[in-house]
């Protein structure tokens, strides 16, 4: 869609201030990924009460569905489900007195799952549904205790996005659709419940932990936790939990959480969602974070002693603003989330940490950027404002939405000068707050709010080159990083044999450039050039989860597997984060024995991976 027709359409739009004129509020988005009929009957409020049963890996319960209705007669609630097992449906209109009503489930779709239809009773204001999940439920992992830091305990963890919350509750599983919640969750003995919502700090009379998220959220920032967890303060309104074998470790780590708080309230505005925590999972997690509101899933992979890897932390606390305050509408909106937020977490890193620091990331985000688009499968996967209704996000997740979106940002806050810039995008927060919004919301408000105070600082068409065209613009502002340009010239002395590697300088280098040195890499490495660094750096067995991902890719793409083989495949046994272990496979399944290789080890340790690293790897080996 171009830039030219979005202007136009948004002149007619007075966004964030009547739901006449807001068309996620009044209902009118269609989402591609969702069965749900929003634009007829919209969830306002869930309910839930399960029960943790760890010897059966479900999560048995119900849930109660509140809603209005945007057309008076609507007679039907249209709600997401994956792979449930649905026993019952009741209707009530005030809550007390509840009566059997009819529901039906659809055919099963491979992405979308299948579409469960309750009938709605004329005076009907709440439905409550009793099902329990399957153990293959995407959404959910049930850990062994072996699998855990602590090993005594068995362990459960949520990662609703994109759209695997219909996975273990039945719902509107739209980013377009937001609700507030409550929960009751019962637990076996000795185990402790989280959830991306205040929360008890002990369970009730009954085994059971109470919660309670007054802000409305989009589905796919519920989440649900269930261990041997215990808790550190790390500040006034934040904190670390974690299994009581890594607590110590992780709140050490994080322990600048609350001043990084306090600088994004002064950057973004105020932080709108009381408390401020983090979870350490167990190393199966397969993303680096995930934004669950006031509860942050983190892999502990970003544990490394040295606070080099917190930048993690401040993308994940900047979706406190972008993506859970305001919500992409629909997964083809993506950016709107990640974009932001990476162009706010370098905001927060060069604010933290100094302007060298906060280059340097931006130059590997570029790098990482660059790769991706290579890889992207097709021109529509390259743009910011992608159409792929009939595809999984997760088929299309990389970091181009992430990347591309910081960069339009940053080409923007570069014409319009940082003061500017910075008070017309917390005015998008202010308005917006707890909304969801479509890429067209935002050209139109960016229209408005910001091309006019300057026109033709920048035009329709260098907008539409940044959001609905596949290549890169010609006038992207590109971060230049003094540190990063040491290190290229450090490693092309030592491969053409100028300088010994002990007069490189790595010892003092930080994680940014080690990432930085490994990607520079010439095809022509030998053999003994690999030998000699792993000698120098003990990098074979590294206890740096991110320098040991990229040496072992490295590795296996200069032809020498048997070098890292059995450390490698310890690893690959032992984390789960696909950021790190995709890299490694995609290295084996450039060759025909690599791939074969690849497959037997993730024959063998893909059971342990979370299901979307499992169908991640599965897509490298296949080749797509």
Same mark, same amino acid.
């Given at each position: 869609?171009?830039?030219?027709?979005?202007?136009?359409?948004?002149?007619?739009?007075?966004?964030?201030?009547?739901?006449?004129?807001?068309?996620?509020?009044?209902?009118?988005?269609?989402?591609?990924?969702?069965?749900?009929?929003?634009?007829?009957?919209?969830?306002?409020?869930?309910?839930?009460?399960?029960?943790?049963?760890?010897?059966?890996?479900?999560?048995?319960?119900?849930?109660?569905?509140?809603?209005?209705?945007?057309?008076?007669?609507?007679?039907?609630?249209?709600?997401?489900?994956?792979?449930?097992?649905?026993?019952?449906?009741?209707?009530?209109?005030?809550?007390?007195?509840?009566?059997?009503?009819?529901?039906?489930?659809?055919?099963?779709?491979?992405?979308?799952?299948?579409?469960?239809?309750?009938?709605?009773?004329?005076?009907?204001?709440?439905?409550?549904?009793?099902?329990?999940?399957?153990?293959?439920?995407?959404?959910?992992?049930?850990?062994?205790?072996?699998?855990?830091?602590?090993?005594?305990?068995?362990?459960?963890?949520?990662?609703?996005?994109?759209?695997?919350?219909?996975?273990?509750?039945?719902?509107?599983?739209?980013?377009?659709?937001?609700?507030?919640?409550?929960?009751?969750?019962?637990?076996?003995?000795?185990?402790?419940?989280?959830?991306?919502?205040?929360?008890?700090?002990?369970?009730?009379?009954?085994?059971?932990?109470?919660?309670?998220?007054?802000?409305?959220?989009?589905?796919?920032?519920?989440?649900?936790?269930?261990?041997?967890?215990?808790?550190?303060?790390?500040?006034?309104?934040?904190?670390?939990?974690?299994?009581?074998?890594?607590?110590?470790?992780?709140?050490?780590?994080?322990?600048?959480?609350?001043?990084?708080?306090?600088?994004?309230?002064?950057?973004?505005?105020?932080?709108?969602?009381?408390?401020?925590?983090?979870?350490?999972?167990?190393?199966?997690?397969?993303?680096?974070?995930?934004?669950?509101?006031?509860?942050?899933?983190?892999?502990?992979?970003?544990?490394?002693?040295?606070?080099?890897?917190?930048?993690?932390?401040?993308?994940?606390?900047?979706?406190?603003?972008?993506?859970?305050?305001?919500?992409?509408?629909?997964?083809?909106?993506?950016?709107?989330?990640?974009?932001?937020?990476?162009?706010?977490?370098?905001?927060?890193?060069?604010?933290?940490?100094?302007?060298?620091?906060?280059?340097?990331?931006?130059?590997?985000? *570029?790098?990482?950027?660059?790769?991706? %688009?290579? =890889?992207?499968?097709?021109?529509? /996967? &390259?743009? +910011?404002?992608?159409?792929? @209704?009939?595809?999984?996000?997760?088929?299309?997740?990389?970091?181009?939405?992430?990347?591309?979106?910081?960069?339009?940002?940053?080409?923007?806050?570069?014409?319009?000068?940082?003061?500017?810039?910075?008070?017309?995008?917390?005015?998008?927060?202010?308005?917006?707050?707890?909304?969801?919004?479509?890429?067209?919301?935002?050209?139109?408000?960016?229209?408005?709010?910001?091309?006019?105070?300057?026109?033709?600082?920048?035009?329709?068409?260098?907008?539409?080159?940044?959001?609905?065209?596949?290549?890169?613009?010609?006038?992207? *502002?590109?971060?230049?990083?003094?540190? %990063?340009? =040491?290190?290229?010239?450090?490693? /092309? &002395?030592? +491969?053409?044999?100028?300088? @010994?590697?002990?007069?490189?300088?790595?010892?003092?280098?930080?994680?940014?450039?080690?990432?930085?040195?490994?990607?520079?890499?010439?095809?022509?490495?030998?053999?003994?050039?690999?030998?000699?660094?792993?000698?120098?750096?003990?990098?074979?067995?590294?206890?740096?989860?991110?320098?040991?991902?990229?040496?072992?890719?490295?590795?296996?793409?200069?032809?020498?597997?048997?070098?890292?083989?059995?450390?490698?495949?310890?690893?690959?046994?032992?984390?789960?984060?696909?950021?790190?272990?995709?890299?490694?496979?995609?290295?084996?399944?450039?060759?025909?024995?690599?791939?074969? =290789?690849?497959?037997?080890?993730?024959?063998?340790?893909?059971?342990?991976?979370? @299901?979307?690293?499992?169908?991640?790897?599965?897509?490298?080996?296949?080749?797509?």
């Amino acid at each position: 869609m171009s830039f030219a027709f979005l202007r136009a359409a948004g002149a007619a739009l007075t966004l964030g201030v009547s739901t006449m004129l807001n068309p996620v509020l009044a209902g009118e988005i269609v989402d591609p990924h969702s069965h749900a009929n929003s634009s007829e009957v919209r969830s306002t409020h869930l309910a839930l009460d399960l029960d943790v049963d760890f010897a059966t890996s479900r999560l048995k319960g119900r849930v109660e569905i509140r809603f209005e209705r945007l057309k008076a007669d609507a007679d039907r609630l249209v709600l997401d489900s994956r792979a449930l097992d649905v026993q019952a449906a009741e209707a009530s209109a005030d809550g007390k007195t509840w009566t059997a009503t009819r529901f039906v489930l659809g055919d099963n779709d491979a992405v979308l799952g299948q579409a469960l239809t309750v009938t709605l009773p004329p005076q009907a204001t709440r439905v409550r549904i009793r099902y329990a999940t399957r153990p293959e439920a995407f959404g959910l992992q049930w850990l062994k205790a072996a699998q855990t830091a602590g090993k005594k305990q068995p362990f459960l963890f949520s990662q609703s996005q994109a759209i695997h919350a219909r996975s273990w509750i039945p719902l509107q599983d739209s980013p377009a659709v937001r609700t507030t919640y409550e929960a009751r969750v019962k637990t076996p003995k000795g185990l402790r419940a989280v959830m991306s919502a205040e929360m008890s700090d002990a369970p009730d009379a009954a085994g059971y932990w109470t919660f309670k998220m007054p802000q409305p959220i989009p589905s796919y920032l519920i989440a649900i936790a269930v261990g041997d967890l215990a808790f550190q303060s790390t500040g006034p309104r934040t904190g670390v939990y974690a299994e009581p074998a890594t607590l110590k470790a992780a709140a050490w780590e994080f322990a600048d959480t609350e001043t990084t708080v306090a600088l994004c309230e002064k950057l973004f505005g105020p932080y709108r969602w009381g408390r401020y925590d983090l979870l350490v999972l167990p190393p199966s997690f397969p993303y680096g974070g995930m934004e669950n509101p006031r509860l942050t899933f983190v892999t502990p992979t970003i544990i490394t002693g040295d606070r080099q890897l917190v930048s993690l932390i401040a993308h994940e606390l900047a979706h406190s603003w972008s993506g859970n305050l305001v919500t992409n509408a629909t997964w083809e909106d993506f950016w709107l989330n990640e974009g932001f937020t990476e162009y706010l977490t370098f905001r927060l890193t060069e604010a933290q940490f100094g302007k060298a620091r906060g280059d340097m990331e931006r130059v590997i985000g *570029v790098a990482e950027l660059r790769e991706a %688009l290579a =890889q992207a499968a097709s021109d529509e /996967d &390259r743009k +910011l404002k992608r159409g792929f @209704p009939s595809r999984d996000p997760d088929e299309v997740f990389s970091s181009i939405p992430y990347q591309r979106g910081a960069l339009f940002l940053v080409y923007l806050e570069s014409k319009f000068g940082r003061e500017a810039f910075d008070a017309f995008l917390r005015g998008w927060f202010d308005s917006h707050a707890f909304q969801s919004a479509t890429s067209e919301q935002f050209l139109a408000y960016l229209d408005e709010r910001l091309l006019k105070t300057r026109p033709g600082a920048v035009t329709p068409a260098q907008i539409d080159a940044w959001v609905s065209q596949p290549a890169m613009p010609s006038d992207a *502002v590109y971060a230049v990083s003094d540190g %990063l340009t =040491q290190v290229d010239a450090a490693r /092309d &002395r030592w +491969l053409a044999g100028q300088t @010994p590697i002990t007069a490189m300088g790595a010892g003092q280098w930080t994680v940014h450039q080690w990432e930085h040195f490994f990607e520079g890499f010439p095809k022509t490495v030998t053999a003994a050039q690999l030998k000699e660094l792993d000698a120098a750096f003990k990098l074979t067995g590294s206890g740096n989860a991110i320098i040991a991902s990229h040496w072992y890719a490295l590795a296996v793409g200069s032809g020498q597997v048997a070098m890292v083989l059995p450390a490698m495949t310890e690893y690959l046994g032992r984390v789960g984060r696909m950021k790190l272990i995709s890299p490694i496979y995609r290295a084996l399944a450039t060759t025909d024995a690599g791939r074969v =290789q690849a497959r037997a080890l993730f024959a063998k340790l893909g059971p342990g991976y979370h @299901p979307i690293a499992q169908q991640a790897v599965e897509r490298i080996l296949k080749g797509s």
